[in-house]
């Protein structure tokens, strides 16, 4: 746009200015974010956008989870509910705009097991115990390579000797999920003893023996 400036002095002289001015575009603020559980990383991505200019400018408030100036931060968030999120942006002409959006922040399930019995001699079968809390659904690794179950409460038989490490995860129904771990012991019975202590005598046209063992 070109502006002119006139001025008019008292004996009716005139003087005039013309100049450009540019005006430039307010951004349009828009961001997204994937899946927001409790106590898990969340990333937020920035959608906005502005004509014939730059965005270099972002200020994220995250209430009580903090502030970031990152253009697409992650951050972690303790509260659960909706929670306001407000994303500021400026351009490389100064110009700015804000916005807020409500973010639900599901809770967490909580993970655990137990099994029964807790070591033995292959082949070993333990039932498994799931005593996880608000889960929806699970996956069970009994660390043997032999895939996983999505069963609550499942039945295995260890064939092979091992230490095998066990996880069960549990989702919310809104897919949130937490991992606990424990181990179990398969191996064959074997005797721990030494022998201290051997003696010989003849009785009778007989050798008897004498061992003396400690476990």
């Not at 970031?68 to 002409?93: M, W």
């Not at 409500?102 to 033995?120: A, D, H, M, N």
């Not at 091992?162 to 074997?190: E, G, P, Q, R």
């Amino acid at each position: 746009y070109n502006v002119t400036l006139t001025i008019v002095s008292l004996n009716g002289c005139k003087s005039s200015l013309t100049k450009p001015i540019k005006i430039h575009s307010i951004p349009s603020i828009d961001f997204t974010f994937n899946n927001v559980c409790q106590n898990t990383s969340a990333k937020f991505f920035d959608n906005c956008t502005v004509k014939n200019s730059t965005i270099t400018k972002w200020n994220w408030d995250f209430g009580k989870a903090g502030k970031s100036t990152l253009k697409n931060p992650t951050v972690v968030l303790s509260e659960t509910g909706n929670i306001n999120v407000r994303l500021s942006v400026e351009t490389d002409a100064g110009c700015k705009n804000t916005n807020k959006k409500q973010v639900l922040v599901s809770p967490r399930p909580k993970s655990s097991f137990s099994f029964t019995p807790e070591y033995g001699a292959p082949p070993l079968l333990v039932n498994f115990s799931n005593t996880s809390t608000d889960g929806k659904t699970y996956i069970w690794d009994f660390g043997d390579k032999k895939g996983t179950t999505t069963l609550k409460n499942p039945v295995k038989v260890f064939n092979d000797s091992d230490n095998y490490n066990i996880s069960l995860i549990a989702f919310s129904d809104l897919m949130c999920s937490d991992t606990s771990y424990k181990s179990i012991k398969v191996k064959h019975s074997t005797i721990d003893a030494a022998i201290t202590d051997i003696r010989f005598q003849i009785i009778d046209g007989y050798i008897d023996v004498t061992i003396d063992v400690v476990n």
